[in-house]
């Protein structure tokens, strides 16, 4: 079985502020490891996704994450956060013999101007 | 990119009725469609994992009876809510894998409030 644990259902930076959200994950197989953003009544769009080789993950609109095997973590940052960066995000694990996600309860970053 | 859509985006009905929602892959074939339900603040939620010309294949605790899952054609699933109550208020969405190995696109989403 799989789970995702996000720290933190509310995070606040201030604009121009280093963003960092934290995600650890189970699994008993090596993961898929996804980022996803969802607006306000919308659906969800991926940010970055982690499946093999580099560590280092880069994605969308200048964030990035790390995979971390030995402390089972993925965690999400941006080095200067936008107004437009206010949003829900969720991390996400699936392994390949399904597809299915398994989502983390998510976390709501507000931007302070 | 690839662009999933959903229909309708909001919906509201009365309770006892039935609502069709529909999810289409608009520039590519999903070879399996997923199900999810949100709750306001809260995670998504696996619900079913459909694939075309086959029987959905429901998580632990949905009842299938009640959520109806029709994969008719690679570009479209359809979810019906049946006897739709006040509790199945929710946030619905839905995403379809183009390949397998590749990453799931999400659909907008389908608001449904039964009154």
Redesign the interface.
């Not at chain 1, 009544?41 to 991926?46: D, E, K, M, V, Y």
């Not at chain 1, 399904?98 to 998510?106: A, H, P, Q, R, S």
């Not at chain 2, 999400?106 to 989403?109: A, D, H, L, S, Y």
């Given at each position: 079985a799989q789970s995702v644990t996000q720290l933190g259902s509310h995070v606040s930076v201030s604009e121009g502020a280093l963003v960092l959200l934290r995600c650890n994950y189970s699994s008993s197989v090596p993961p898929y490891l996804?980022w996803?953003v969802q607006y306000p009544?919308?659906?969800?769009?991926?940010l970055l996704?982690y499946?093999t080789g580099a560590t280092l993950v880069k994605g969308i609109n200048g964030f990035e994450a790390e995979f971390k095997k030995s402390e089972t973590s993925f965690h999400l940052t941006k080095p200067s956060a936008h107004m437009s960066d206010a949003a829900e995000y969720?991390c996400a694990v699936s392994d390949?013999s399904?597809?299915?996600?398994?989502?983390?309860?998510?976390t709501?970053l507000t931007i302070i101007p | 990119g690839a662009v999933?859509s959903?229909h309708p985006s909001w919906v509201i009905c009365k309770s006892g009725t039935s609502v069709k929602i529909e999810c289409r892959s608009l520039d590519f074939q999903a070879t399996?469609m997923?199900w999810y339900r949100q709750f306001p603040?809260?995670?998504?939620?696996?619900m079913a994992?459909s694939n075309e010309g086959s029987k959905a294949t429901y998580e632990q605790g949905v009842e299938k009876d009640k959520f109806l899952i029709n994969h008719a054609s690679l570009t479209l699933s359809t979810l019906t809510v049946t006897s739709a109550h006040p509790e199945d208020s929710s946030?619905y969405?839905c995403?379809a894998?183009r390949d397998?190995?590749n990453?799931?696109y999400?659909?907008?989403?389908t608001?449904l409030t039964v009154t």
């Open positions: 996804f996803y009544n919308q659906g969800l769009q991926l996704k499946t969720f390949l399904d597809e299915k996600l398994t989502f983390g309860t998510g709501r | 999933v959903q399996t997923f603040k809260q995670s998504l939620m696996l994992t946030f969405i995403s894998l397998r190995g990453e799931q999400f659909g907008p989403g608001r």
